[in-house]
């Protein structure tokens, strides 16, 4: 059984740090994109991050507008984890964290949720002001 696992989020204040980590099992992890949505009270499910790996091992990376050059988004294959590292946060971040895995998430699809096959449970992030 595929299994999609969050954790690491909780409350910090604005400027601080936070690392997610999503476990994954029960797939196989190298043939999956992941992405990192994000779902705030009142407002639809966006894409926050994908990374995906070809077959000799590079990682491509992509983020939405309003989180580059502060979220980074990482994977080790070794251990079927994929982080979010989010640097700098703000107010505006605070939001219920998803990843999610898809096996043929197309290049314009990455922020779809549709194009994801599994998904986590969410992780609460609250940035304080």
């Known amino acids: 059984e595929a299994q999609l696992v969050e954790s690491g989020g909780g409350l910090v204040q604005t400027g601080e740090s936070l690392t997610l980590s999503c476990a994954a099992s029960g797939f196989a992890f190298d043939d999956y994109s992941i992405g990192w949505f994000r779902q705030a009270p009142g407002k639809e499910r966006e894409g926050v991050a994908s990374?995906?790996?070809?077959?000799?091992?590079?990682?491509?990376?992509s983020y939405t507008d309003s989180v580059k050059g502060r979220f980074t988004i990482s994977s080790d294959s070794a251990k079927n984890t994929v982080d979010l590292q989010m640097n700098n946060l703000k107010p505006e971040d605070t939001a219920v964290y998803y990843c999610?895995?898809?096996?043929?998430?197309?290049?314009?699809?990455?922020?779809?949720?549709?194009?994801?096959?599994?998904w986590g449970q969410g992780i609460q992030v609250t940035v304080s002001d």
């Open positions: 990374i995906s790996t070809n077959g000799a091992g590079t990682d491509y990376t």
């Open positions: 999610a895995a898809g096996r043929t998430v197309s290049r314009g699809g990455k922020y779809f949720p549709m194009e994801y096959e599994y």
